[in-house]
């Protein structure tokens, strides 16, 4: 069992937007602002899409954001589309230097 | 650009210990704040990371499988080392090589390598 929540999985149409959520402690997520996210495609390697809570790489569209409000995380996908469909993992720091992922959510585009 | 890939053994019998390799390009580990990670799926599973070595020789690791992992860096070649100890088919997972700037406690990880399966069966 993950450290940290996610639900399995979440779904929407295309043009609609779809939050997954990630919720840990005040010793991992609610402790530090560092919550990074992961795309995985299948059968692909994962890709950082948000660091730091809210911060994008270079490349990664602005349809994804990120947030944080006490011990929960959130991704959101605005105008979700059809290449979005992949599983997500969010990610935090503990106290004491344990790194955890999430136990990942499916989205689906209906 | 930072590009790393794994290789080593993709079929291992019960108890043995393999030595999974890091070969990496687009940065030196001799470089501050640079670090290389290991991070495993098991098939249809969750993620998990397994251990991190940085720069300065700095190691860490995930306190579930501490007893059971060792990391290694060979700078002159770019190369890190992962080795399993006494393995079993719970260890059956894709596992990935993985940089990860260092930054106290804002880890991430932002260049993966493909992954290499690597199955535990005798």
């Known amino acids: 069992q993950s450290a940290l929540t996610q639900p399995r999985s979440v779904s929407g149409s295309p043009g609609q937007s779809v939050t997954i959520s990630c919720t840990g402690t005040?010793?991992?997520?609610?402790?530090?602002?560092?919550v990074s996210w992961y795309q995985q495609h299948p059968g692909k390697a994962p890709k950082l899409i948000i660091l730091d809570v809210s911060k994008r790489p270079s490349g990664v569209p602005d349809r994804f954001s990120g947030s944080k409000s006490g011990n929960t995380a959130s991704l959101i996908i605005s105008g979700l589309q059809a290449e979005d469909e992949a599983d997500y993992y969010c990610f935090s720091y503990e106290f004491g230097y344990n790194l955890m992922f999430g136990g990942g959510t499916k989205v689906t585009v209906l | 650009q930072i590009t790393l890939k794994e290789s080593g053994p993709t079929l291992v019998n019960p108890t043995q210990t393999p030595a999974l390799t890091c070969t990496f390009s687009?940065?030196?580990?001799?470089?501050?704040?640079?670090?290389v990670a290991w991070i495993r799926q098991p098939p249809g599973k969750a993620l998990e990371w397994l251990a991190t070595i940085f720069w300065d020789g700095d190691r860490r690791y995930n306190p579930s499988l501490r007893r059971r992992l060792a990391i290694t860096e060979d700078s002159s070649r770019d190369q890190v080392t992962l080795t399993l100890i006494d393995v079993n088919p719970l260890d059956t997972a894709t596992y990935y090589c993985v940089h990860t700037p260092y930054s106290g406690y804002d880890v991430h990880f932002d260049a993966w390598g493909p992954g290499i399966l690597v199955t535990v069966s005798s």
């Open positions: 687009g940065f030196s580990l001799s470089t501050p704040n640079m670090g």
């Open positions: 005040s010793r991992d997520v609610g402790g530090y602002n560092y």
